[in-house]
């Protein structure tokens, strides 16, 4: 897998730099948060602003074919080539919690079966599948996760030790949001299968950050959240629907309910603001033009590794939370500092250093996370770990 080198030549770095100029950043805020939310890069933005204004030049007619209609459908086109699938199995959606809404009140779940999932999911993906086990009358079981696994297999494993014949659903992240870990995708889904079970993915931090190619992974459903990585506008997210569950419920009911052969009777339904959607695929064709697998990822996980190692040489009392190797981690870094009190850190490179940070919860621990990405470039981890190792000398507050 490819990593960019640290030191980056002088041409790499003014490259870099000029590519950050393209976004609305401001330049006194070191941003380490995208993990959370992306910030759109301005051609998304300007392309979104025109089609607003054209739209209401005549409403009627610039939702449908005359103007948004035709270049939705080519955003479906083309974050279906991004993740390798068919636009006929992509469904967009606000964001992954509607996108996981869609398996949550569309499957037929069985009265004493069990639902699978780890115990570092995100706060609402749990929440709704407990909510509805309880409805229906199954069992969710958690299996802890190892922070970090000592390899893939380990991520297997714990998820091997909460699955039987009663599970009928295994949910689980491709990256988790709580240490950045990426998951052997695969290999969980051929879990989940070999128990009869379906294999559910909260992809919600992957796409824009790890290759996703839905096709050979073999997952029975996978949503994402595109104003995370892929930095596309606020509100964009994707659903893949295989053709397998193609014959669901929607959650929400409305307009081509039974226009089987697409997944788009997913789609946020009734009337809408398409100009987000429209920006997906500005959003995509950034980070291609760009080149997303020979630049923009080789260069982040050049940027996380340097994060890594400076947070190893620099911060003496850290541990990471995330493994090293780029198979098991992307854009995103976790590590603790024992006795530390790492919300009133995170709050403190805020107030006093413009530094966006969050401090999340992996299983039973607390972990600072600061996601790069190619908006970001070396200075922000100097500064970062230069604002961090001020905090830890000077501040006594923040002891545990
Ligand atoms: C792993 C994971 N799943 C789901 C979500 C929910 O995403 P959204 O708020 O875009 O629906 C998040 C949000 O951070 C997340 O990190």
Redesign the pocket.
């Known amino acids: 897998m490819p990593v960019s080198s640290h030191p980056l030549s002088k041409a790499e770095i003014d490259f870099w730099k000029s590519i950050r100029k393209q976004f609305y950043l401001k330049d006194d805020v070191t941003y380490l948060q995208g993990?959370?939310?992306g910030p759109s890069p301005r051609p998304v933005i300007e392309h979104v602003i025109s089609l607003l204004q054209e739209l209401e030049s005549d409403p009627l007619n610039n939702q449908g074919d005359a103007l948004l209609h035709p270049i939705v459908e080519e955003s479906r086109r083309k974050l279906a080539m991004f993740v390798g699938t068919d636009p006929q199995r992509i469904a967009l959606v606000?964001?992954?919690?509607?996108?996981?809404n869609i398996p949550v009140h569309g499957l037929s779940l069985e009265r004493g079966r069990e639902i699978l999932m780890s115990d570092q999911?995100?706060g609402?993906?749990q929440s709704m599948w407990e909510y509805i086990a309880e409805e229906k009358g199954l069992e969710v079981r958690i299996v802890p996760l190892p922070t970090p696994p000592e390899n893939p297999n380990q991520v297997i494993e714990a998820f091997a030790q909460g699955i039987s014949d009663k599970t009928q659903i295994v949910v689980f992240?491709h990256?988790?949001?709580?240490s950045g870990l990426v998951t052997p995708v695969k290999a969980l889904c051929r879990l989940a299968h070999d128990y009869g079970a379906l294999a559910l993915v909260?992809g919600?931090?992957a796409v824009g950050m790890v290759p996703v190619d839905i096709s050979d992974f073999g997952c029975d459903f996978y949503?994402s959240?595109c104003?995370?990585w892929l930095l596309a506008p606020k509100g964009v997210?994707m659903a893949y629907i295989p053709e397998s569950l193609e014959s669901i419920r929607p959650a929400t009911l409305g307009f081509g309910l039974n226009q089987h052969g697409s997944a788009a009777r997913f789609d946020v339904t009734g009337t809408k603001d398409l100009t987000h959607f429209a920006g997906l695929g500005t959003a995509i064709d950034f980070q291609k033009e760009i080149g997303w697998t020979e630049k923009i990822r080789p260069y982040c996980l050049g940027l996380a590794a340097y994060l890594k190692s400076q947070i190893l040489e620099k911060i003496t009392t850290a541990n990471l939370t995330i493994p090293i190797d780029a198979e098991q981690s992307g854009f995103m870094t976790t590590f603790t500092i024992p006795g530390i009190d790492h919300g009133k850190v995170s709050n403190y490179l805020w107030q006093n250093y413009q530094i966006e940070s969050a401090s999340v919860q992996a299983g039973n621990k607390t972990v600072l996370r600061i996601s790069t990405h190619f908006y970001n470039n070396y200075d922000d981890v100097d500064r970062f770990i230069s604002a961090l190792t001020n905090i830890l000398n000077t501040r006594t507050d923040i002891k545990e």
Do not use: F, W
């Open positions: 993990g959370t939310v606000i964001n992954t919690t509607m996108g996981m999911e995100y609402s993906i992240s990256v988790y949001c709580s909260d919600a931090h949503t959240s104003h995370k997210g």
